[in-house]
Each structure stands twice: as C-alpha cells, then as structure tokens.
C-alpha cells in the first residue's frame, strides 16, 4: 500500500510522532506522552524493516525512489533513495531511536513530552539525511537536526550544558556553511542542478575540486569528528543527558562519515586522491594520540568519546586506502560502533542514575553489587577493544587489512588501537568494576531492573550477532561499495 | 474626460488610502477616547479595501502612468500587498501596546497610514520625482511616529536624530539625483536607462552622482557605514514604533533601490556594484559583531536588521534578474521574520513594563512553550537555519553572487552568519535552558496570540514549502523588468 512512499514515511512518521507527542503539553500527561514516544518508535523501527525486506541487495542502483519537484526555482527536487550504504544506517538509527526513548522512561521527569519529541523529530531528520538524493534536502536535514539536539544538550543536560550547546552547534554550523557554498557551485558547475548523482559525474578543475574537498572536509570531519576539530565532542558528550549521548554518538557522528561516501570520494575524486595522504594522517592522529588522550580520563563519559573519536578515524581510515575492503570495513566498523558505543554511554547512565557520578574514582567494587550489569559492561568493554567475536572486532580486522595492502606503516600505527584501546577500556573497567568497595554509597547501590536488562540484552545480542556472522551486512553493502570505488577511480578532470 | 480617468485607473489604490485617510483623521476628531477603536476598524478596512483594489487591478505587465511619473506593474503589485499585510499586522500587535501607554490615538493610525501611502507611492515610482515625494511622506510619518511619545526623552532624542540623518540622505539622495539630471537630461527612470546605455561621455558627474545615490540608498538602509541611527532609533521609538519602522519601511527601500538601480542605472552595474559589495561586507561585519554585545533586544535586533540588509543587498549587487528576485525574497521573509521578532516584545510587554531586555526572555518555555516556540522558529529562521524560510532567503541570496562568480563573497557571508548564529541560539538558550525570574502570566489578548502564531508557524511552514513565495518574486521581477 505505501510502497511507493516507503522512504516518506521513514522520514515521516518519526516527525508526526514528535509532533504528536508535543501535542501532549505538560508534565502531567508525562506517561501519555512517553507511550506515544514509544508507539512512534517502533512504527519508525518498523517501516525501516519493512524497508530492508523489500532491499534487493544485488543492485547498486538507488532504491524505492522517490522524486517530485519541490523548489522549481532552483530546481531542487524531493528526491529520496537507499542504496546499501545508507540501509544500515537507517535502520541503526530507527533501532536506537526505541533504545533512546525506553532509556528516558524513567529518568527524565522534567518536560518530557518536549525530551521524546526532540528524539522522534531528530530520528527521522536524519533518516532524511541518509535518505537524501538532492544536495539542498540533505542540507535542510543535516541543519535541521541541529536543533533539536541542540535544544537536548541544553535544556537536559550537565552543569556546563549551555557553553556545550553552544560549541557543538557553532563549529558544525561552521563546517557545514562553508559546504552551502560548495554545494551552490556544484550547483552551476552542473548546469543547473542540486541532483547529488548528476554532481557524481560533473567534471571539475582540480583547484575547484581542492578548495570544495577542504570545505566539505571541514563540514563532515567536525561531524565525524576528525582531529583536531573534535574538541566539541567530549564536551557535547559530558554534558548531554544519557540519551543524547547516545545519539550524539551511535548517529550523529555518523552522518558526518557518511557524508565522506556520498559526497566527497565520487563528487571530488581527483582531491580525493590527491589529499588522501592528509585524511589518512589526521585519521592516525586520531587512532594513536586520541587513544592516548583517552587514557588520561578521569571521567567516564569523556573516556568514551575519546575512544570514539578513535574508532571513528578508523572508520575514514578505511574510506581512503580506495579498496573495497577498507571502505566496508569502515562502515561496519560505523554500524558496530553505533552498538557498542551507545551500550557504553547507556551503561555509563545506569551507574550514573543510581550515584549521581560519572568520575571513574568515585566507584570501585561495582561487581559485588551489581554483578549483572558487570557482566553486561565486561561485554561492551569488550567490543570497544575489538576482542573477536564481538562487532567491534571486524571493521578493525577489515580496516587493518586493507591498510596493509596499501602501506604496512598505515596498518602498523592503525594497530595500536588494539592495544591503547584495551590499555584505556579495560583500565576503567577495572577500576570501576573490581576491588573492593571504598565509596559507601556503592554499598547501596541496586543491581539493574528489566528495562535495563532489556535495553541492554538487545545490543548484547547486536554486537555478538555482527560480530559473529557479519555476512548478511557486508553483503548488504558490497555492490554498492564496488559501484562506489568505481566512480572514484575515474577523473573528473576536463 | 474618460482619458484622464484611465490615466489616474492605476493609482486608485493610493487614491483610496489618502482618501479614507483624510476620512479617519475627520472622524477621530470627532470621537472620544472610548471610541478609538473606530479608527483602527477603519484602518484595516482600508488596508483590505485596498487590497482588493490592487487585486483586482493586477497588471501583468508594466503600465505607465500620470505621464510617466507613475508605474503599475506586477512587482509594484506584489509588494503593495505585502505592504498591506505588514502593515495590517503591525497594527494588530500594536493595539494592546499602544492602549497600555496612552498612545491609541487616531494620530498613530493616520501616520502609519501615510507612511503606508508614501510606501506606496515609492513602490510604484517610475521617475525621480515620485521616487522622492514617496520617500519623504514616508520618512516625515516615521519621525513624527518615533516623537509620537511627547513625554519620553529617550524617543524625542531618538526621533531628533532620525530626522537629521534622514534629511541629510534625503539631501544626498537628492544631489545625486540632481547629477544624474545633468548628465542624462531627464528625471524618468526610463529615460535615464535608456541615455544611459547609449553611452555618455560625462563619465565623472556620473559616478558621481552614482555615489551621492548609493550613499543616499545605503542610509535609508541602514547599511554600514551609513548606519548609526538605526540601533538608537529602534531602541529609543516606542516598540509599537519599531516594529512599523522594521518591517514595512524594508521592503518599499528594497523597491527603491531596486527602481534606481536595476531600472534606471542597469548599464551602469559594474560601477554601483563594488560599492553595494563594500556596504554588503561591512554591514554583514558590524551588524553581527556589534549585535553580540547588546543586552537590549530591540538594539540587538537594530543589528541583526542591519546585517540583514547587508545580505539583500548580496542579491541586489548580482545585478540580473535572479538576483533581484532573490533579493525580494530576502527582504520579505526578512519583514516576516522581523514583525515576528518585535511583535513578540510588544506581547510580552505589559501596562508599565517592557519585556525588550535579553533577560525578560529567561525561561520562556516555563511561562509559555508556545510561545517560546514561536519564538525560537523564529530566531532559527533569522540565523538561517532550515527547515525555516530564512535559510532559503540566504540560499538565494549565496547561489546569486556565486553564480556572478563571486565565490568569495558567499564565503564571507556565510562566516558573518556563523557569528550571527551566535546571538540568535543566545535568545533560544535563555528561553529555553534558564529559569524564568519573571513569572507574571503573560496578558496578550487572543487576536495577538492568533496572529502571531501565524507569523510564527508561516516561517515554517514557507520553509517546508518556499516555492510559492519563491515563484511569486521570481514572476514578479522577471515580468516587471
């Protein structure tokens, strides 16, 4: 019945459902509000599977197609598609959109109808984003979604909130202004067109190419984010509540990696080459010296957004070793990430909910009285080492592999994420965890209650599952990665 | 006889509004204070008789006037109802304001009506003349707006000032008028274009007069470096007075420089071009840097207007037609978003307090999450942020100068909106992320609220959907040209 407008709707009925949850108003119909969220969450979660189920992964060409004119004037059109890079994507964030709207149930208590509908209206903008097939949409979503994110940071998070709200939004307005105006030369150096695949095979001169590769760098890597403009990140992190955390990290950052794939390896692929030296550098920059940065935190929610800064230069590590390898690689190591690092950020707000703290120093001896969540968190801690058999384990593995076949110095620095990221992980873990109890409020606190269990035995069950069997998503991904690769290794010069 | 009422046909919309003016000034006279409200009836129903006239006389194609002093044409139409709705609007936030602090006097309908007259007629100027008599009924009704409050010093100083710069750019405005006459022998817009792309040899008198013209144009701005009147006539003009003087008065300049410029000086663009990028740059620069140290919302948003106008004028300085299209459609979302940003003032303000103070705005979203949602669409839309209609207003402004190759010059723009952004989250953080230390409930009648929530949710919806506006300023300036 709605198999023409499929993509509509993953879009869509996200937006209605927040809107729907605002129309709730005050606290006092809070618990309304919260089985509305939820009802919206899972209606989103399951379009985006009927979604994949009708996904025919042996093509490369753009699926369920939507295309109507919007803007005449400057010929921007409501174009959507999916092809196999941005279908896990989507359904990641469906997926974790639910997580997010059960792990607010109980701890947000103050505005929630304004919380659940933040998180329903940013879910589907960014559905929109990965859903995007003209240049001036994708920007109206990739903005868009600033704000309700901005408005999460702020209005419920930490004591520093205001100064984070407003640093992540200003340095990725920033990057993403300066892409406006690439996009609008694309837009006449097309002869008239917003269409991102017309702009694939638009020829370019090489300084057009280096000045908008830059531009659109600095958009997506703040996003992503790369070093050294990541600096908004931790703060962004620490300040966020739990779920805003979790989106910021298991999605939003991956909006800016996607962004590498959709936009500047095909659109620019002669700067592509020519830089890939400088993207490859600030990636093992990140791998290495964030990884080391992570080490020295005393804060655990920091920890964790160092170490995703770290896990995300793998993942545009792979995307420029130009191999089809690489590229999975990182965005499987995107999907395991999108699991592993909202547990982490969940586990973290379970610990914090019951103690009010998220200093490392202030827990210790955490096994002796919550020995389930401990198992849970050994897991998680697991993954984000990248221990086999987790998720975590085979974008490394992919990445690795794939630099070696380009330089073995790539792969050599690259694999040091295998020991920093245990040194650092395991580290907290161990401090946190084990000993013996110092802090006595520890004593009091009450091991975790079914919907903890449950959020967290999903993504249990999501990082094993890709991490044993990755096949079906590689498999999802492959013609459209090839296809991808294709168009890079032809130039675009005149 | 019936040749002179055809020559008189295109104007019976301004006709029609000096007449009922004259008409309210008699009858309020004759009324008490009780009855004021008969001037503001009589007001909208002008503003709607009006509009049904230009309506239903709307040309599709250019036509001279009252021996070539007048021009009817779709531009001049569209902006006149727009004006209308503006100015109607305006009147609707005023009322309560105005009734609190004794002002609800047939005298500040009767001079908005005039400015709406003078606007009007500079709207649909096609000759120096008419240009200027618009422009200055428009300006007088201001000053006396701005005075309208005898008793504050702060609104008489305010209106002294304006009426001295005003009447120096009057004066500049004219001088270079004077030189254009010299060098083309002829005051009509059309004449002058004609001469002009002929070919002259007076090329000094002409840039001359060129600048004279551009400097007159940029203080009517209220671009920088001609700016200095505008943060102290916003703050110190009653709000109801500020509000008027913020939106409307934008889009009959946005004509005027237009009428001038594209019409009469269009084969001189690669002269009045490197001066509209100056004052584009510099108003972009110093209305959004000085605008972050404002405490005083109406001062801040004096800025924000001026780096607003820097921004139209990027569309204006591209010099075709889809510059000037976009360039109208900057300046009418920018009426929207401005009446939308000073309307919230007056409907927050009440009987002895004005809530035009950053901190007033603290905790809004406790008081009231509509309204303090109105209000934070709004400030997004100003920022430029989609999915609001002001990120398509910079859009089309940026894809205009990129596509005459001045890729530099989007790139500046887009950095000034960056420190833009800055001050308008500013307004969203203290609704929404501070305690409110004002918790009096909020008084505005529902006619207000009901308006306001339209002009709030019309910069979203125009921002899901802008190709309507978008189609009706490209149609407008590509058949009046």
Known sequence: MFGQSILSLVIWVPILAGVAVLATGSDRNASLARWIALAGALLGLAVAILLLTGFDTATSAMQFVEKAAWIPAFNVHYHLGVDGISMPLILLNSFITVLVVIAGWRVIQDKVAQYMAAFLIMSGLINGVFASLDGILFYVFFEGMLIPLYLIVGVWGGPNRVYAAFKFFLYTLLGSLLMLVSMIYLYFQSGGSFDIQTWHTTTLGMTAQTLMFFSFLLAFGVKVPMWPVHTWLPDAHVEAPTGGSVVLAAITLKVGAYGFLRFILPTLPDASHEYAWFVIMLSLVAVAYIGLVALAQSDMKKLIAYSSIAHMGFVTLGFFMFNPLGVEGGLVQMISHGFVSAALFLCIGVMYDRLHSRQIKDYGGLVNRMPVFAAFFMLFAMANVGLPATSGFVGEFMVIMAATKVNFWFAFVAATTLILGAAYTLWMYKRVVFGTVTNPHVEEMSDINAREILLLGVLAVCVLAMGLYPRPLTDTMHVSVVDLLAHVAQSKLP | ?481
């Open chain 2, 1 to 481: 006889m019936s040749d002179f009422l055809t020559q008189f046909a295109p104007a019976l919309p301004e006709i029609f509004v000096l007449a009922m003016v004259s008409l309210i000034l008699v009858i309020d006279a004759a009324v008490d204070d009780s009855k004021r409200y008969i001037a503001y009836v009589l007001s909208l129903a002008t503003l709607a008789g009006a509009a049904f006239l230009t309506v239903n006389d709307f040309s599709t194609m250019p036509v001279l006037a009252l021996g070539g002093l007048f021009i009817d044409d779709p531009l001049s139409d569209v902006l006149k109802l727009f004006l209308y709705l503006t100015v109607a609007t305006v009147l609707v936030y005023s009322r309560d304001y105005l009734r609190t602090r004794g002002l609800y006097k047939g005298e500040f309908f009767v001079l908005a009506l005039f400015a709406l007259l003078g606007m009007m007629v500079m709207v649909s100027a096609s000759h120096f003349l008419t240009l200027y008599l618009g422009l200055e009924l428009l300006s007088l009704s201001l000053y006396a707006m701005v005075a309208l409050q005898r008793d504050s010093g702060v609104a008489s100083e305010a209106a002294m000032k304006y009426f001295v710069l005003g009447a120096l750019a009057s004066g500049m405005l004219l001088y270079g008028m004077s030189m254009l006459y010299g060098v083309t022998g002829s005051l009509a817009l059309a004449d002058i274009a004609q001469n002009l792309s002929d070919g002259t040899d007076l090329r000094i008198p002409l840039v001359f007069g060129i600048v004279f013209i551009v400097a007159g144009l940029a203080f009517k701005l209220g671009a920088v470096p001609f700016h200095m009147w505008v943060p102290d006539v916003y703050h110190g003009a009653p709000t109801a007075m500020t509000l008027f003087i913020g939106s409307a008065p934008k889009i009959a300049a946005f004509a005027f420089v237009v009428r001038i410029l594209g019409q009469g000086l269009e084969s001189q663009v690669s002269e009045w071009r490197d001066m509209l990028v100056i004052l584009a740059v510099l108003s972009m620069a110093v209305g959004n840097i000085a605008a972050i140290a404002q405490t005083n919302l109406k001062r801040m948003l004096a800025y924000s207007t001026i780096s607003h106008m820097g921004f139209m004028l990027l569309g204006i300085l591209a010099g075709s037609q889809n510059g000037y299209g976009s360039a109208m459609f900057y300046v009418l979302v920018y009426a929207l978003m401005s009446l939308g940003g000073f309307g919230m003032i007056l409907l927050l303000s009440r009987a002895g307090f004005e809530a035009d103070k950053l901190e007033d705005f603290k905790g809004l979203n406790r008081r009231s999450p509509w309204l303090a949602f109105l209000m934070l669409l709004l400030m997004f839309s100003m920022a430029g942020v989609p999915p609001t209609v002001g990120f398509y207003a910079k859009l089309s402004v940026l894809q205009a100068v990129v596509e005459i190759g001045y890729v530099w010059l989007a790139v500046a723009a887009v950095l000034f909106s960056l420190i833009g952004a800055f001050y308008y989250l500013r307004i969203v953080k203290l609704m929404y992320f501070d305690t409110p230390h004002d918790t009096s409930p909020i008084t505005a009648s529902p006619d207000t609220r009901i308006i306001m929530s339209a002009n709030g949710l019309a910069v979203l919806a125009l921002g899901i959907l802008p190709q309507p506006l978008m189609a009706v300023c490209m149609h407008a300036i590509g058949a009046s040209f």
